[in-house]
């Protein structure tokens, strides 16, 4: 074995040019305002084999370089190359992954070279780097910080060359990343019989995040007799646990893994009411409860809250699945790998519901620090703009090489979430209702005896306590093996794979390996049978030297874990081969009762499962309500309502997402009929996404979504409110069939628990309880069934008086029926005469609106307190929210828009965009409110429709008896103008309204 | 009426397999699914199917340059089966993906006999942009085209979906020589502009040409046209309610039959059709 080098370059010459090195001046331009003469790069690959560098020399072009477009260069670098860089460049900086650390274009180019020479010893291995060259570098720019901005220390190397050095040729050259060897450690023995202090300190120091009475519990099971006699005729040591059995357990109860929170005890105190309560789960009252109400009243509920994602039957063929989760804490560390782990991790959760649905749908909703932040940066932590580049690039990768469009999401802005960024990602899945050999799809079917496979990615250092570690709060110390690149086409492979096996039949149960790894999937799926037998020396490994605790925890990605029965084995290995998609049988289903771990012969783990999965003791909280406190947010006496709408309109909360969003691939399938972004010129907000995902049929499905947290500064139970029916609004607006929508809740918390550290708990915990409470009053309201969800409840930075905490966020998403794509309305403005008219009412609730949080930050008002908007009547809002759908799906509606941040104002100016066509609109009687809650207030079940003249008589007789104001007329001008009765609010060109929407988040630096 | 048999390839990362297949199916097609290796290892055979699709993807995660990697396995594994195909007049499209795939084989544009000779002559690379993007395009074809997938269509709305779609040649020689032959056969225009751009090798402005393509190269087809190539998805607009302007009343129609078919369901049908007449 010996390393061989070869760097590729991009030939120069008319019409070609180095695309790489562009992206990267035009990057530093835009974020740093630094301009480069230019940037150059070379890709570099160092190929560890036994093949000759000569063989390796003379079939470079075949793979690593690409004849047309590159020189290439074996066993030598380009740096120094006169015939190819004819100036010495000002710095050179190479970037390339730490050891261990997925290097995908390294992996893609070991199976090309593989292809070449199929006689390369098995060992081979292939680590790429690129190598960026400056020219005409900006007086005092600092190399290091330069190198910074190009790679993340905490999984990528850099190897830096400057000034006198690039003059003398000295090259600082990347070497090959050789793994260190890793230690395998027999299981160790844990003594629990000691201090509450010894106990906290053994969970503390192994990361475990496990509390000190849940520490207890598991010193108690040591203690039983019964365990002690049953251990010692299993051969395991009987009267403690071994590390593979703590660690285990400490993944299993891991906040991340139980919802400790949402299944606690909480002990309520409402100090504006003085109502006090005991509520015994949040989960089970609000949320669970509810759903299982409605799944009397329906017959379309398949599977709720049990599963990896919950399922509703679509029509008597197919049904449709949905799930979103968060990454927050791997974002913050690493936002490109943390993102990237995001999306493809989620995908897995839609291939493991059921026997296997197929994704079809990305979602994805991002909470950022201010893009243009000029304050201090955590340490650790990165510029929001550079969380927003990476993980961006993370979910765009993920989600395009998966081949499953982007179809909704949203990106929200607030200065806290510098501490955390919260990164949501959700997936539609698609199954058939029946397999061809009858079973039902959405029920596994597994029985003691079936073989249990670990299929897809192998098992690493990597990854090794993202469960627990996501389940405390992230500090400078925060540890690197949390974070992963994932590796979205070997998942692609094992997707494919897997559904084959489905459709075959060889499937009878499947879960993926996210949180807890192999310990969590295993363990889940053998409760269906009541035991498992698991051999940890079968699993594959990425290096060799894993300890057993480490291969049970690792939550190395692109694996699912899938059951196979005995006689259909063969048939599976044989497809697995196929696909090149590595399925290793590590497990058996038993009926013991017992979680049984051994490593070849010998026991490492003995766990009862009803002790591993109902052991963990239930937590008792308290939390106590009282109204916080601001400043009233009062407008001034007179103002420029032109200018305030271009400054709302520029609003990072606001302002158009399209050239992030339209890097997203949003089509493929072939079913997207609402994309992202519609109208005249396809840059006007879509209000949310549709499909029809049968080819060649128009029935649809709709997805959309709701997230307010601005409103949890005065009310976390309107924040929720205000998302359920932002999510439904989204969704009427293009014509949702109200009688067959589902929602996803997804809460993102501050840590709720008083302690030292939140001093602030219990408030938190009864905005958590406030929320709760709203959902379950909405939802019941919209018949609106949680089928899934998920919450994180640790999104601080820090301790002390230096903590960040998020605001408390509720992301609602929503998937729905729509009986005909055909009748889809959008936002944009069609035809000049058609009539606009407001559906809902406007009242005095301009409290937390993006107005008052604008003008406070200006200086123009005193604070954002007063009344945030509130759902007084749900009821009466889902009739006209359901007479609103008809007239879409009957054709008469073919513009709608809801009204959001901004209100009215920027609704109608968002129309105006997409349609490139003005409107002159009266706001008189639309509220008996002030002008600015009418103009500007974000008052909830309010839409904005247009109507042609032809279809208004139609549309006015659909809406009787729902409150419905006619605002005015679109008109055939550029001129987007709001009067008051007799007063002038607006009139403004609609090229000046796109120019102020579309600057702000435009960071791409353009194409030159 | 014959059925054409149509393989669709699929595997490491192509992902526009169900559209592909169900889009021939819509037009008398009777399309399969066949993952490359079921062919490498000989337990199908490239020769039981009259026309072969390469769909859009990200075959290996177009690292090493997209294309590339599954372009050498079906160089370096399916050099026979593939020569056999092409001498038996059976027709291959390859889009986006595809197009990257059969471009790097050598398919495409081939040589200037009728000899595929698996050496490649051009590229697709990144676009000048730097970025991937889903974006809608307009597309005018060569009247002038023996290209057999695009007889009659003049002028589409479909979308791109590429962050390397940059066609490039290594010198003028070999472009002029390609446009010679008529195997320019379809590029990007201006919608606003009614005449065929077909005489203008200007580049066009971001994003009429979503990515600074050599002559605004869209798609281009062998000597025999019976290999085409494109970079944009005709698949994607099938029917009419997935163009952006459907929900205006804006959507072009079709002339089919079919009251719903969108303006990309000729290019299958003319494969489909073509094998018709050859039996």
Redesign the interface.
């Known amino acids: 074995m010996h390393i061989t080098r070869v760097e590729a370059t991009p030939k120069s010459g ?4 180095d ?2 090195g ?2 990267v001046r ?1 990057q530093l331009s835009a974020d740093h305002n630094l301009d480069f003469s230019s940037v150059k790069t070379i890709v570099g690959f160092l190929i560890n084999s036994d093949v000759s560098h000569e063989e390796i020399a003379a079939r470079a072009d ?3 370089a ?4 590159e020189h290439s260069i074996t066993n030598h670098s380009f740096l120094g190359n006169r015939e190819i860089f004819s100036e010495t460049p000002d710095a050179v900086v190479s970037v390339g992954f730490k050891p261990g650390v997925t290097d ?2 390294g ?3 070991l ?2 070279f593989r ?2 020479f199929p006689e390369a010893t098995p060992e081979s291995d292939i680590s790429t780097y690129i190598t960026y060259l400056f020219y005409g570098m900006p007086q005092n720019t600092s190399t290091e910080w330069l190198s910074s901005t190009l790679y993340n220390n905490l999984i990528q190397r850099s190897f830096v060359t400057e000034g006198e050095m690039c003059n003398s040729g000295n090259w600082l050259m990347i070497d090959y990343p050789e793994k260190p060897p890793q230690e395998f450690k027999t299981p160790a023995h844990i003594n629990l019989e000691i201090s509450n202090e010894q106990l906290i300190d053994i969970s503390e120091t192994g990361l475990l995040a496990l509390n000190l009475t849940e520490m207890q519990a598991i010193q108690q099971h040591y203690r039983n007799p019964e365990i002690r006699q049953l251990r010692q005729s299993a051969g395991i040591v009987e009267d403690k646990p071994t590390d593979v059995e703590l660690e285990c357990l400490a993944q299993t109860w891991s906040e991340h893994c139980k919802h400790k929170i949402f299944a606690s005890k909480i002990h309520h105190t409402d100090l504006e009411t003085g109502e006090q309560a005991v509520i015994d789960s949040i989960f089970k009252t609000h949320i669970m409860k509810p759903t299982h109400d409605m799944q009397n009243d329906v017959d379309w509920l398949l599977s709720v809250f049990h599963d990896n994602s919950g399922v509703i039957a679509w029509d008597d063929e197919w049904s449709v699945c949905m799930k979103a989760e968060t990454h927050n804490s791997p974002s913050a560390l690493d936002p490109y790998g943390g993102a990237m782990t995001g999306i493809v991790g989620v995908n897995r959760d839609i291939l493991g519901t059921g026997l296997g649905a197929r994704p079809i749908a990305n979602t994805d909703v991002f909470c950022f620090g201010p893009p243009d932040w000029q304050g201090e940066i955590p340490d650790n932590l990165f510029h929001p703009s550079r969380v927003l580049r990476g993980v961006h690039a993370g979910v ?1 990768v993920g989600g ?4 499953i469009p982007t179809i909704n999401g949203a990106i929200v802005f607030d200065e806290r979430y510098l501490g955390k960024p919260l990164v949501y990602c959700g997936t539609v899945g698609l199954m058939p209702r029946k397999l061809p050999d009858g079973r039902e799809s959405h029920i596994k079917t597994p029985s003691a005896g079936d073989v249990v496979f670990m299929v897809g990615g192998r098992v690493g250092y990597d990854g090794i306590h993202g469960a627990t570690f996501s389940s405390l709060e992230l500090t400078e110390e925060s540890p690197s093996s949390a974070v992963q690149i994932g590796d ?2 070997t998942q ?2 094992m997707i ?1 794979m897997i559904l084959e096996a489905r459709d075959l039949g060889l499937i009878s149960c499947i879960t993926d390996n996210g949180a807890g790894g192999l310990s969590s999937s295993i363990g889940e799926m053998a409760e269906y049978t009541n035991g498992c037998r698991i051999d940890l020396a079968k699993v594959p490994l990425k290096q060799p030297g894993l300890s057993p605790w480490e291969i049970l925890v690792s939550e190395s990605q692109e694996r699912m874990t899938v059951s196979v029965k005995p006689e259909d084995v063969a048939a599976f290995e044989k497809l697995a081969l ?3 998609v590595e399925a290793s049988p590590v497990a058996e289903f038993t009926s013991t009762g017992i979680f049984h771990v051994q490593y070849e012969q010998s026991t490492v783990a003995y766990l009862p499962i009803e002790f591993l999965h109902d052991g963990v003791p239930q937590l008792e909280l308290e939390s106590e309500w009282k109204i916080p406190e601001h400043k009233p947010f009062n407008p001034p006496q007179t103002a420029d309502h032109n200018t305030i709408l271009t400054d709302l309109l520029a609003r990072p909360n606001i302002a158009s997402k399209e050239s992030w969003v ?14 992202p972004f ?3 010129k ?1 840059d006007g907000p879509a209000d949310a996404g549709v499909i ?1 995902p049968i ?2 049929n ?1 029935r649809g499905l709709v997805v959309s979504c709701g997230i307010a947290p601005r409103y949890s500064d005065i009310d976390a139970g309107a924040m929720a409110a205000a998302a359920i029916d932002e999510a439904v609004r989204n969704a009427v607006c293009v014509g949702v069939d109200v009688d067959k929508i589902a929602g996803l809740d997804n809460f993102c918390w501050p840590d709720p628990i008083e302690s030292e550290k939140t001093p602030d708990g219990k408030f938190k915990l009864a905005q958590l309880v406030r929320a709760n409470r709203e959902l379950e009053r909405i939802c019941r309201a919209y018949r609106l069934p949680c089928v899934s969800g998920k919450d994180s409840m640790k999104n601080d930075y820090g301790k002390g008086p230096n903590k960040i905490s998020i605001p408390p966020t509720l992301l609602f998403s929503l998937f729905g029926d729509h009986p005909d ?2 009748n ?3 936002s ?1 403005l ?1 035809h000049p005469g058609d009539k606009l008219y407001l559906v809902g009412e406007s009242l005095e609730e301009l409290g937390a609106s993006e107005l008052a949080f604008m003008m406070t930050e200006s200086g123009q008002a005193a604070g954002i307190g007063g009344n945030v908007p509130l759902l007084t009547d749900p009821e009466r809002l889902f009739s006209s929210y359901r007479a609103l759908s008809k007239a879409i799906n009957s054709g008469v509606v ?1 513009t709608a828009h809801d009204c959001s941040e901004g209100g009215l104002g920027v609704a109608l100016a968002e129309m105006c965009i997409g349609g490139r066509i003005g409107a002159k609109i009266d706001i008189d009687g639309t509220g008996k409110t002030s002008t600015w809650a009418r103009l500007w207030g974000e008052s909830l079940g309010r839409i904005i429709i247009a109507v042609s003249a032809q279809n208004n008589a139609k549309f006015l007789e659909l809406m009787t008896g729902h409150t419905t104001t006619l605002l005015g007329e679109v008109e055939a001008t550029t001129q987007l103008s709001i009067v008051d009765g007799f007063d002038e609010l607006i009139s403004i060109e609609v090229n000046d309204l796109v120019t102020s929407w579309q600057g702000t988040l435009d960071l ?1 630096g353009g ?1 030159a | 009426m014959y059925i054409p048999k149509v393989a669709v390839l699929f595997g490491f990362g192509i992902n526009c397999d169900h559209e592909t297949a169900a889009v021939f199916e819509m037009v008398g097609g009777e399309s399969t699914r066949v993952h490359l290796n079921s062919f490498i290892s000989g337990e199908d055979e490239l020769s039981n199917y009259d026309i072969l699709a390469v769909p859009g993807g990200f075959s290996f995660g177009d690292h090493l340059g997209s294309g590339r990697l599954m372009g050498n396995r079906m160089r370096f594994s399916l050099r026979d089966e593939l020569l056999n195909f092409i001498k038996s007049g059976k027709p291959i499209i390859g889009i986006c993906n595809g197009f990257q795939v059969l471009v790097k084989t050598g398919l495409l544009p081939g040589p200037d006999n009728n000899e595929p000779d698996f050496i490649q002559r051009a590229s697709l690379t990144l676009n000048d942009s730097g970025r991937y993007e889903d974006r809608w395009v307009t597309l005018d074809f060569n009247k002038d085209s023996n290209c057999i997938w695009t007889k009659g269509l003049t002028r589409i709305d479909c979308p791109v979906r590429h962050g390397e779609g940059k066609y490039v040649m290594p010198d003028a020689e070999s472009l002029a020589n390609l446009a010679n032959n008529n195997q320019i056969t379809v590029r990007y225009v201006d919608p606003q502009n009614p005449q065929s751009d077909n005489n203008n090798d200007e580049v066009l402005p971001f994003p009429l040409s979503p990515n600074g393509s050599m002559m605004n190269i869209a798609g281009i087809s062998d000597k025999t046209g019976l290999v085409f190539g494109l970079m944009p998805h005709p698949e994607a607009i099938y029917a009419q309610w997935l163009h952006p302007d459907f929900s205006r009343g804006g959507a072009p129609a079709s002339t089919t039959d079919i009251q719903w078919e969108g303006q990309g369901l000729q290019i299958f049908r003319n494969a489909v059709e073509y094998i018709q007449s050859t039996h």
Do not use: C, M, W
């Open positions: 008319p019409g070609l040019r695309v790489r562009d992206v035009r075949d793979l690593f690409d004849p047309i477009i995908n274009p992996k893609a180019a199976d090309g292809t070449i765009r395009n090489e998966s081949g979205p086409i692609k492979k494919d196929l696909h090149e339209r890097q997203y691939d949003h089509e493929v399938i072939a079913q997207t009929v609402v994309k519609v109208g005249v396809r029809a080819h060649g128009p794509v055909r889809s309305a959008t944009d069609k073919k791409t194409v």
